[in-house]
């Protein structure tokens, strides 16, 4: 563990102009990824910023006839509220999928949003990984890459990214509001959110330094059937394989989006136009242009398996 300072604050707009005031501070509020991150020196924050004491834990209606939800609602709550489970069944199924009660409990909902990779050479600090150091090279290219991507990579990063909930706000079109050091706030659309490796696979998010996620906001609730799948290797406490989560109307139409393949939730909204015909042709869409390795090949038909299961249990 390397030293580092630490202070709490008591607004949203202390700890932004904390954050730009201190370089290679972070955010806490659960801890539930950052520790460990810590504790293995793969980040290093030279100081951290307590944000447990500014609110933003609540889950309000919009005006729109959506909700607001705070970035510091924990996951347990986020899951069993009633608006939520009533009005955004997919979305309580994908929190309620990750981890265990007890992490749910700490973890929250900007936390999840913002964890990083479990690809195991990012955690591997004796290994190269442009994620961890840029430039270094990436080890899981030509290594063991089961769980890793098989779409969206770059030749600097085949990571993928590790989170269930994430999946259900891409497929509902989240927003996600912020505030930076100078006040200045905005709402960076889900789709836009997580970044694509590219050059730069160290920027896992949009987000400036020292931006604070202050809330997440969801439209007006979809209606029709919610269904999220998640296949991992073990029943619990597992990352997933391939996850789906859709909202499926009687007509057939609906949406999709797929975890576990990518570096970001990934939604081909194109592909949803074939939802009627069944899961192969929007599989077929979702994963046009994969590069799968020989250690997760599978992925491609597991997608189209688990795709055609939800299909099946929204059509009852």
Not at 90 to 116: D, E, I, M, P, Y
């Amino acid at each position: 563990m390397r030293p580092f300072t630490y202070e709490r604050v008591t607004s949203p707009q202390e700890a932004a102009a904390a954050a730009a005031r201190v370089q290679g501070a972070r955010f806490i509020a659960g801890g539930t990824n950052l520790l460990d991150l810590m504790k293995l020196e793969i980040e290093a924050p030279t100081h951290l910023i307590d944000v447990n004491g500014i609110g933003l834990d609540t889950i309000e209606a919009t005006s729109e006839g959506g909700l607001r939800i705070g970035a510091l609602a924990r996951n347990t709550a986020l899951a069993a509220d009633k608006r939520v489970r009533k009005d955004y069944g997919v979305l309580s199924r994908a929190v309620l999928a990750g981890a265990s009660g007890q992490l749910r409990n700490k973890a929250t909902t900007a936390g999840n949003l913002l964890q990083r990779t479990r690809c195991p050479y990012f955690y591997d600090t004796r290994q190269p990984c442009n994620k961890r150091q840029p430039g270094s090279g990436c080890a899981a290219i030509g290594g063991y890459s089961r769980q890793l991507a098989v779409i969206g990579s770059s030749e600097a990063c085949i990571a993928t990214y590790p989170g269930d909930m994430a999946v259900a706000m891409r497929l509902l079109d989240a927003g996600v509001e912020t505030v930076k050091g100078d006040g200045a706030t905005r709402t960076i659309p889900i789709a836009e959110f997580h970044r694509l490796p590219g050059d730069t696979p160290q920027l896992d998010t949009a987000l400036q330094p020292g931006e604070l996620i202050t809330a997440v906001t969801l439209p007006p609730p979809l209606g029709g059937r919610h269904v999220y799948h998640k296949v991992r290797d073990r029943a619990s406490y597992a990352f997933a394989l391939v996850s789906v989560a859709a909202v499926i109307q009687r007509d057939g139409s609906g949406r999709v989006a797929v975890g576990g393949i990518a570096p970001r939730p990934w939604r081909v909204e194109a592909a949803e136009a074939d939802l009627p015909r069944g899961a192969k042709p929007v599989a077929s869409g979702l994963l046009a242009g994969a590069k799968p390795t020989r250690d997760n090949a599978f992925k491609v038909p597991l997608v189209e398996r688990t795709l055609a299961a939800v299909i099946a249990e929204a059509r009852g």
